[in-house]
């Protein structure tokens, strides 16, 4: 079935230093969701990428989409305190939304 | 406020006992949704409904039982068939059930076994 592996689990650095999270679909996705989840709180939309190589940003973060529409990443430049939290992306394949893992990011002020 | 309420924000279940979650939502939404979330994973779908009175198993339910009388309420029940209940349980919410539609998450309940 579907599957969507994401990369890291965990993450922390530096406040200021950079972070990325990787996803990676064992199928051809058709979009895919981006979600921030708060220590303590509940997933929060982002953003959705639905063309092949799509590139979208807001503020510090920047979403990619692959050419395969296989895999995503989402970078954000100079974290803050107030990028704490878990990151999930979710893969709409043929039939349903897959999320994967997440990714733990924490930071050091 | 437009929004989903999940309620208790923690519960308790005991040995055999069924325990019942509710979710509300007044977003005018036709699609709702219920994921089991644990440590270190990702959300997993337990049922989902598209609308009033018809509901679909997704790949986790179960144990787990639901309904939708009304469009605005769709409550899940842990039975005690469900041998490791405790996770925390996400309710959301879409305008349909489609491929691009944002999904809109309530607070969640934390379910634990005494």
């Known amino acids: 079935g579907q599957q969507v592996m994401q990369i890291p689990q965990y993450q922390h650095v530096q406040e200021g230093e950079d972070f990325t999270t990787y996803c990676n679909s064992s199928?051809?996705?058709?979009?895919i969701q981006w979600y921030k989840q708060r220590p303590g709180g509940h997933p929060v939309f982002l953003i959705q990428?639905?063309?092949?190589?799509e590139v979208k940003k807001q503020k510090r973060l920047t979403f990619q989409f692959g050419e395969a529409k296989k895999n995503s990443s989402l970078h954000i430049t100079a974290t803050q305190t107030t990028d704490v939290g878990t990151y999930f992306c979710a893969g709409q394949g043929a039939q349903k939304l897959v999320f994967g893992q997440g990714t733990r990011l924490t930071i050091n002020p | 406020d437009g929004g989903i309420t999940q309620s208790p924000k923690y519960l308790f279940r005991k040995e055999g006992q069924n325990v019942t979650l509710s979710c509300e939502q007044n977003?005018?939404?036709?699609?709702m949704y219920w994921y089991r979330q644990d440590p270190g994973q990702g959300l997993r779908l337990i049922y989902y409904?598209?609308?009033?009175?018809?509901?679909q198993k997704g790949d986790i339910a179960e144990g787990y039982s639901v309904s939708r009388e009304k469009k605005e309420s769709f409550p899940l029940t842990v039975t005690s068939a469900q041998k490791n209940p405790t996770a925390f349980y996400l309710c959301a919410s879409s305008i349909r059930r489609g491929r691009n539609e944002k999904l809109f998450f309530g607070s969640g309940t934390q379910l634990s076994v005494l």
């Open positions: 977003l005018n939404h036709d699609a």
């Open positions: 199928t051809t996705l058709s979009n």
């Open positions: 409904s598209q609308i009033v009175n018809d509901f």
């Open positions: 990428l639905v063309k092949s190589g």
